[in-house]
């Protein structure tokens, strides 16, 4: 088997754990399951693509390399900004949509249904602005460098690694060491008494959303860094997301990052095995057994 599969699950499963950590959190603040996820993690890939394309314009300079990437200022530049904008769409898609069926106090289903109705309005609306057409940060080639027992990896693809492991411990360290990261624990435990004990309950779920929109933008920059970008990108991410924020347990960012990374190797290891058309459902065999096995996931506690 070739040892380079290990280099690859774990550079997928770092996409997929920063994405699951956008759905963990979103499921265990307001109570239901997302599944306009992945599209942020597209929207937030083509808003960093237009960014960084006009900053290019301005500026030919940007788009020269920095040391040993094969990008230049203008995707780090970018990528802020794409932050920001993709944590505006998902509080507007909260104001528009999801805050007025909480308002009416709707039911799980209906807030599942909705979340199907918003991810097939955002990818068509992706479509029909950018194409179908994949697009690309940068066409430059860059040389794997050796990192020893057979493995390979880019100068891109290790910073990829290096950013969602800051990313990661950032945000446990928000959820564990800050005001605001005790209010989010207090409100996925009791959201009714976490407001009359004085929590802004409201102020925790646009939180929420900008935290996990601004992590699946994060996932989607890295996905069209290392590949491309396509407005299908967030849906064939959907599952091994939701894979990952089960087998990791519900609430906990640990968790769905070591889940990532596992599901991430399973699939690459299933290429070398049994070949990549059954690459897809490798997340599912992972979600079915996980529900079977073990509900809670790893780090989840049983209710």
Request: with cysteine; glycine share 12%; aromatic share 8%.
């Amino acid at each position: 088997m070739n040892p380079q599969a290990l280099m690859d699950g774990l550079i997928t499963g770092s996409m997929i754990g920063l994405g699951a950590i956008g759905v963990t959190l979103t499921y265990s603040i307001l109570r239901f399951a997302n599944f306009a996820h992945g599209e942020f993690i597209a929207w937030g890939a083509y808003i960093a693509l237009a960014v960084s394309s006009a900053l290019g314009y301005l500026s030919g300079g940007l788009l020269a390399p920095i040391g040993p990437f094969s990008f230049g200022w203008s995707l780090p530049i970018a990528a802020v900004v794409a932050v920001a904008l993709t944590g505006g769409l998902a509080l507007l898609v909260d104001a528009l949509l999801f805050g007025r069926l909480r308002a009416q106090r709707s039911t799980v289903i209906i807030m599942v249904m909705a979340s199907f109705g918003a991810a097939l309005t955002l990818r068509s609306l992706l479509e029909f602005i950018f194409t179908s057409k994949p697009a690309y940060y940068t066409k430059a080639l860059q040389i794997a460098l050796p990192l020893g027992g057979g493995l390979r990896a880019t100068p891109d693809q290790m910073l990829s690694l290096g950013v969602a492991a800051v990313l990661v411990v950032a945000v446990h360290f928000l959820l564990t060491r800050t005001a605001i990261g005790r209010s989010m624990r207090a409100v996925s435990e009791n959201q009714q008494l976490s407001g009359v004990v004085g929590i802004d309950v409201r102020k925790v779920v646009r939180i929420v959303w900008l935290l996990g929109a601004g992590l699946a933008c994060m996932a989607g920059i890295m996905a069209g860094l290392l590949v491309q970008i396509r407005p299908h990108m967030g849906l064939d991410l959907l599952l091994p997301l939701f894979a990952a924020a089960i087998l990791g347990g519900i609430g906990s960012v640990p968790g769905a990052m070591l889940a990532g990374l596992i599901v991430g190797l399973a699939e690459a290891f299933a290429v070398q095995i049994v070949g990549a058309e059954w690459r897809a459902a490798i997340a599912f065999v992972i979600l079915v057994l996980v529900l079977l096995v073990r509900p809670q996931g790893l780090f989840g506690r049983p209710e």
